[in-house]
């Protein structure tokens, strides 16, 4: 595997954070729109009352819901399968940036202060790390082609 792919890969739990928090904002979204407040009566086509709008918003509340409850599986799914891989590094401090990074979703700044290391040290362990764990998945890889 690629340093790129290994990459890409690792991120996939923060991307799902992303589309966890987005669908969360749709949501929230939907809610508010059902404020009595939020209704604007001045307009000249005709309103639909309150109550009217209960029924699809709550579906769309509920397929939101939905959606957002089979992303934090996938993800539980994922922190486990890139667990794994992380365990599989020889470098206990790679493996702890790494995790610390992509798993645990912290900054790179705040990772260095609590190992106590400089930003740019903690961003070389990053990038050594994902190095050797492409290195790891390419050689698996080929074991079981």
Same mark, same amino acid.
């Given at each position: 595997m690629k340093i790129e792919e290994t990459h890409s890969y690792?991120?996939?739990i923060r991307e799902i954070d992303?589309?966890?928090?987005?669908?969360? #904002?749709?949501?929230?979204?939907?809610?508010r729109s059902l404020l009595l407040s939020r209704t604007q009566y001045d307009k000249p086509a005709v309103q639909t009352s309150h109550e009217n709008k #209960?029924?699809?918003?709550?579906?769309?509340?509920?397929?939101l819901n939905e959606a957002i409850y089979r992303l934090r599986l996938r993800k539980a799914e994922l922190i486990i399968e890139?667990?794994?891989?992380?365990?599989?590094?020889?470098?206990?401090?790679?493996?702890?940036?790494?995790?610390?990074?992509?798993?645990?979703?912290?900054?790179m700044n705040k990772i260095a202060e609590r190992i106590e290391y400089t930003a740019s040290h903690t961003y070389r362990l990053q990038a050594e790390g994902v190095k050797h764990l492409s290195e790891i998945l390419t050689a698996s890889h080929s074991k079981k082609a």
């Open positions: 690792l991120l996939r992303c589309e966890i928090t987005q669908l969360n #904002m749709k949501c929230d979204a939907i809610r #209960m029924g699809s918003v709550t579906a769309s509340v509920c397929e890139i667990g794994n891989v992380l365990d599989l590094l020889l470098d206990e401090r790679e493996s702890a940036v790494l995790t610390a990074y992509y798993i645990s979703g912290m900054k």
